[in-house]
């Protein structure tokens, strides 16, 4: 079992910087492949980017490459998201996720290859 915890939301004008922070229970997190998604008003949630347990191989979505960093710290068991030039459309809910699969030639990207969810926190950048 494992619980996840984001911290790091808030309101931030365009162009500017978030950093996301995903702490997790348990003595398993470093076997853990761990997400990020979000989800806007009215829309499906989607996925962000994705970091194997050993952080050797990560993935992001288009929407977010270049702007995003995804890593982890198995130490502390947390992950994080740095997000950087931000848009008026990369406001959602952002949460993330831990997945039991994965390796070097594969990231699980869909909502249902992830195993456990935190609650989400709130990313809002206005224009």
């Known amino acids: 079992q494992v619980q996840l915890v984001e911290s790091g939301g808030g309101l931030v004008q365009a162009g500017g910087s978030l950093r996301l922070s995903c702490a997790a229970s348990?003595?398993?997190?470093?076997?853990?492949?761990m997400g990020w998604f979000r989800q806007a008003p009215g829309k499906e949630r989607e996925f962000v980017a994705a970091?194997?347990?050993?952080?050797?191989?990560?993935y992001y979505a288009d929407s977010v490459k270049g702007r995003f960093t995804i890593s982890r710290d198995n130490t502390k068991n947390t992950a994080y998201l740095q997000m950087d030039s931000l848009k008026p459309e990369d406001t959602a809910v952002y949460y993330c996720?831990?997945?039991?699969?994965?390796?070097?030639?594969?990231?699980?990207?869909?909502?249902?290859?992830?195993?456990?969810w935190g609650q989400g926190t709130q990313v809002t950048v206005s224009s």
């Open positions: 996720a831990a997945g039991r699969g994965g390796n070097y030639y594969y990231i699980p990207h869909t909502r249902d290859e992830y195993d456990y």
């Open positions: 348990g003595r398993t997190f470093s076997s853990y492949t």
């Open positions: 970091i194997i347990w050993s952080g050797s191989k990560i």
